[in-house]
């Protein structure tokens, strides 16, 4: 996902031109209905999520209604229907990671963490998926904290290390 109106050397959005990728490969998969999930891959692919426009162009290519595009993409964990939001950590709020925790999560770490559909690991719920697109189950408010803290300290830049010289400590040997 590329930030909002950034514009590349032709003046044109990267969204924008993700989205013509977007189109060409959708364009370039055969105009028939077995060919919804590839069209909605590609989307993904192109995209980072699949959005309204790119929907749109798969309903115009594969003829597919758009009722059925929606419940495709809805079924598949993989296929994202809102953008990612970048560096967040997403939690997943389907049923089972609802009743086995999600809000608690969410809570943890309001400013680090988004809302995500089920993941389809639902026997590990409630399941959280980090900012590279690893998946944690089972995940505890705790140790959500622990993986964020983890995570912040290490992409913090250390400062550099000062070597002490205390006064009347010899530092070299003088040759005699
Ligand atoms: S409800 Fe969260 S993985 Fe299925």
């Known amino acids: 996902m590329t930030p909002a109106g950034r514009r590349n050397g032709n003046g044109r959005s990267e969204e924008d031109a993700a989205l013509e990728r977007a189109r ?4 370039a998969l ?25 929907i749109e ?18 079924a598949y964990s993989e ?7 970048p560096g967040r950590w997403h939690v997943c709020t389907g049923v089972s990671c609802d009743l086995a925790g999600a809000a608690a999560l969410l809570e943890a770490a309001p400013e680090r963490t988004a809302r995500i559909d089920c993941q389809f690991l639902c ?6 998926v980090d900012a590279r ?3 944690f189950g089972r ?5 959500l904290r622990a993986r964020l803290e983890a995570e912040a300290a290490a992409a913090t830049p250390q400062p550099p290390v000062r070597r002490r010289v205390r006064s009347g400590t010899r530092t070299r040997r003088r040759p005699s």
Do not use: C, F, N
Not at 79 to 85: D, F, N
Not at 123 to 128: M, S, T
């Open 24 to 27: 060409a490969a959708i364009d």
């Open 30 to 54: 055969p105009r028939r209905k077995d060919q919804l999930l590839p069209a909605l891959q590609e989307a993904q692919h192109a995209l980072g999520w699949v959005t309204r426009e790119a």
């Open 57 to 74: 162009h798969v309903h115009r290519h594969t003829r597919v209604p758009l009722s059925e595009i929606y419940a495709t993409a809805t």
């Open 79 to 85: 296929l994202r229907l809102e953008a990612p939001v």
């Open 123 to 128: 026997a590990l719920a409630p399941v959280v």
């Open 133 to 135: 697109e690893r998946l």
């Open 139 to 143: 995940m505890t408010p705790e140790a």
